[in-house]
């Protein structure tokens, strides 16, 4: 069933600050039939009210709603046809699993043989069908989150809609109940729209992602895209761990600056800017072109960080995922006053200091030779800063490397 939000908005008035919060704002989204979306925004952004104007437990201030081509904006709760999972997923304690499921066909005109067998079906699709007889206090969490997804999709919903469902569950079986609830949704081909504030979460299971802020829709796109092409800063930071480095910047005769570094070239007027680098966009390289003091190194697992200190960093913190540093221990600089840096171009975002809006210009690093001379001096100017760079660096080298063998031996 495809559904369509037509510039849905909702407005609570504040009574005592005599001030109105607009909690959706004008959302207008055709969501594909069959589909998993990820609602996907910091707690207030607007994800619950959405879903309850969905439901019908609220009524939208003004929009549109259609399940399929059926206007259902006004249509009562339960004659929508949606499946409703809470983070407080509120099983009662004196039914059994169950008369739990069973209990929303209770009230519709469905035999109990007929009820009977969807419960049996559901307990099975969910992976509880062992457990029907137990009470809830008898389950762990992630099997009541379980009992309580059977209890929405008993009632062949033509919508499932999930509130933060793994909020309540440890960090492993959050991890499972997200690939069951991807598991499930694909065999029922249900749309079904998964409300959560963890960025992981949502890209992990979603076919598309729609990113709110203050009630009002960022993007909407397939989970990676929203990572490497953020339309705009919020939606670049909100996405990532550990997060993207946010710099303030200037583009100057299309050279694109951090501080000194001239760290990209671009075809973009003169202006000030917010440069964002993906830790992962850096590489350790004598000739490039950012210069970062470092504080420490992490190495975490498979991952190792270079730690650094600029004062045209958010926090003044640089974070660089570097992943031959545990492979080339000789090419990590710890300890000296500053490591020369290469970027990947992909993983440079520019934005608009007072919109916050992605500038949306080709970044390059390098120049291609025909390009103006004026451009390329720079480039010469920068590679003796580096040679002379260079040579300083290669005294520590050798001191460093036996530090980070030390480290990686008392692992
Ligand atoms: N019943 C209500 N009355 C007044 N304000 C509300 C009500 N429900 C939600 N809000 C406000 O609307 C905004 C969005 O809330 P909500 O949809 O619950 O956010 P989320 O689910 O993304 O955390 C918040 O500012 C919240 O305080
Ligand atoms: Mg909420």
């Known amino acids: 069933m495809k559904v369509v939000l037509d510039k849905l908005t909702k407005i609570f008035p504040n009574k005592k600050k005599n001030e109105e919060v607009v909690a959706v704002n004008n959302f207008t989204f055709e969501i ?8 996907l ?8 009210t959405t879903l309850y104007m969905l439901s019908g437990l609220q009524k939208p201030s003004s929009g549109k709603i259609y399940f399929g081509d059926d206007d259902v904006t006004t249509l009562a709760p339960e004659k929508r046809g949606v499946g409703l999972v809470f983070q407080n997923y509120a099983l009662y304690p004196h039914m059994t699993v169950k008369q739990n499921i069973l209990f929303p066909l209770q009230n519709q005109k469905v035999s109990k043989e007929e009820a009977l067998r969807r419960t049996i079906e559901v307990a099975k699709l969910v992976q509880i069908d062992e457990l029907l007889d137990r009470k809830p206090n008898e389950l762990s969490g992630g099997q009541q989150q379980r009992v309580a997804i059977a209890r929405a999709l008993v009632k062949q919903p033509k919508v499932l809609l999930l509130d933060e469902p793994l909020s309540n569950l440890d960090a492993r079986l959050r991890l499972q109940t997200r690939e069951e ?11 079904t729209i998964f409300v959560t504030h963890d960025q992981e979460e949502a890209m992990s299971i979603s076919d598309l992602i729609v990113v709110m802020k203050k009630g009002v829709v960022q993007q909407i796109d397939h989970p990676q895209d929203v990572y490497d092409n953020p339309k705009n800063l919020f939606v670049s930071k909100f996405l990532g761990t550990p997060p993207i480095n946010v710099f303030t910047g200037v583009i100057k005769d299309h050279k694109v600056f951090i501080g000194n570094d001239n760290i990209a070239f671009c075809d973009a007027p003169d202006q000030e800017v917010y440069v964002g680098i993906r830790p992962e966009g850096f590489a350790i390289d004598k000739n490039g072109p950012f210069k970062l003091p470092v504080k420490s190194i992490e190495v975490m697992g498979r991952d190792s960080s270079i730690i650094g ?5 958010e926090n003044k913190i640089v974070k660089a995922i570097v992943n031959d540093l545990i492979d080339n221990p000789s090419k990590v600089f710890a300890g000296i006053s500053e490591i020369s840096l290469g970027i990947k171009e992909h993983k440079i975002f520019l934005f608009n200091k007072e919109t916050e809006e992605r500038i949306n210009v080709e970044i390059k690093t390098t120049l291609a030779d025909n390009k103006e001379n004026k451009l390329n001096k720079v480039t010469t100017k920068r590679s003796v800063a580096e040679k002379s760079a260079g040579k300083s660096e290669k005294k520590v080298v050798r001191k460093t490397a036996k530090k980070v063998s030390n480290v990686v031996k008392e692992k």
């Open 309 to 313: 200190e600029r004062d045209e960093a």
């Open 41 to 48: 925004g910091p707690s207030g952004c607007g994800k619950s």
């Open 32 to 39: 594909p039939d069959g589909k998993l979306i990820g609602l």
């Open 181 to 191: 609830i991807r598991r499930i949704q694909r065999e029922t081909k249900v749309t």
